[in-house]
């Protein structure tokens, strides 16, 4: 008997301490529903005030006789100068606003290049091709092994023809070679969807950081299409895998002072003379990560363009903490103690990007989130510095103020970090994630391949906002805000035409 009044007490008090420490689901719902409430109050509070007042004044309206509405008359006759005066400050102020107002820039279309079939790694083939160079240590070996099983790359990513040679060959021809299929394949399937004349490009901005020839890559584009002579060229390098956001920036401001042109942004990384043949383990990472990819991107300032563009550009962001010296040299080219040339990544690379991410969300929120966020994160602020110091910041809903998130897929630990300081759900980082594992990291263009993603799934719908967020050396970290203008559909010839069906797919 003592047995099981035993039994009996101890099965209650674990149900007791099970019950304490699940959950209260009920309190969660309810949060959750008085936080969209207060969401929803704050986001409409003006309408809600001026309702009361506009109902007012129109019931003042209604009550006014004939007689009131002639002394009205009288009263502004006998005040004529003053009705002019306001009169024509208003139409002064008006042509003002309408001269000085930024141009609206519009993104008409975009195009991500897929390289052919034969130029896939599968993982066995990259580390046999790796051993037969005779470059690499055993342990070398073993370490871009277990890179790459947990980078969330997948079997199908693309390394340039140059190094699916035995030996390998870096040479400065198959580097042309590489850099002129990218941004030529891009191109020619953005001219073909837009039926666009090259010669109508009156801007062209080229990035790519690490294989910078000259002629420029810039100037291989004009010569390949012929391009007009008084074309605005610029060419970005150095700038890391942010570069594709600040050459959209530069486009835009270019686009702010040329009127009726069009700007095409190219935005491509090169691997075939950038790959590292040394020891250093912290030199190895790029190799396991970096895969080929590029894109182009045409932008118009002509307002008749927007009937066809299929999202405008709202902001644009950019945060530089090369001031650091850690941050400075967190992802830097270098020679290893051998003398091999490789790009190297800092053990302190996540706290530094986190850090340069604070600083951009904290320019970029109150562009974009709504005032009942703002007014919660100043609350919490003032909370902190004034009464609890030790209270946690509030951080800011983003998924109030985006639809769609395209974080640069620069390898699996940006986008963990991201997903969970930004609190985001899987449905918000499933772009960057199969981005990575399809393609890699396509370095600046990785964004692109995202947005592309994102419209073979069907998702983009009219009104709904896109943050691009991409980090790169010196450091940087970069935002851009798009809002789709109408339902975007996958243009012809996406990256993602004929494998969209097998994705999101489980990444171990």
Known sequence: MDRDTKATSTATATS?????????????????????GYHY???HLVT????????????QASQMKAQDIQELWGHLQYNLLSVIAISAILVLGSTL??????????????????????LHVHFQRFLHHSTLTGDFTPSSLEFQRKILLRSGLGEETYVPEAMHSIPPRPSM???REEAEQVMFGALDNLFANTHIKPKDIGIIVVNCSLFNPTPSLSAMIINKYKLRGNIKSFNLG??????????????KDMLQVH??????????????????FGNNKAMLIPNCLFRVGGASILLSNKSSDKRRAKYKLLHVVRTHKGADDKAFRCVYQEQDDVGKIGVSLSKDLMAIAGGALKTNITTLGPLVLPISEQLLFFLTLVVKKLFIAKMKPYIPDFKLAFDHFCIHAGGRAVIDELEKNLQLLPLHVEASRM???????????SIWYELAYTEAKGRMRKGHKVWQIAFGSGFKCNSAVWEALRHVTPSPKSPWEDCIHRYPVQIE
């Open 173 to 175: 021809a198959a580097a």
């Open 97 to 118: 606003y309408i001269m000085t107002r930024p141009t609206s820039i519009y993104l008409i279309d975009f195009s991500c290049y897929r390289p052919p079939h034969h």
């Open 435 to 445: 981005t990575l594992h399809r393609f890699g990291n396509t370095s600046s263009s």
């Open 16 to 36: 007791e301490e099970s019950k304490k420490r699940l959950p209260n689901f009920l309190q969660s719902v309810k949060l959750k529903y008085v936080k969209l």
């Open 259 to 276: 009127r009726n042109t069009y700007a095409v942004v190219v935005s491509t990384e090169n691997i075939t003379q950038n790959w590292y």
């Open 238 to 251: 150095g700038m890391g895998c942010s570069a594709g956001v600040i050459a959209i920036d530069l486009a």
């Open 48 to 59: 809600l005030c001026l309702l009361p007042l506009m109902s007012v004044i129109l019931l």
């Open 41 to 43: 109050l704050m986001s």
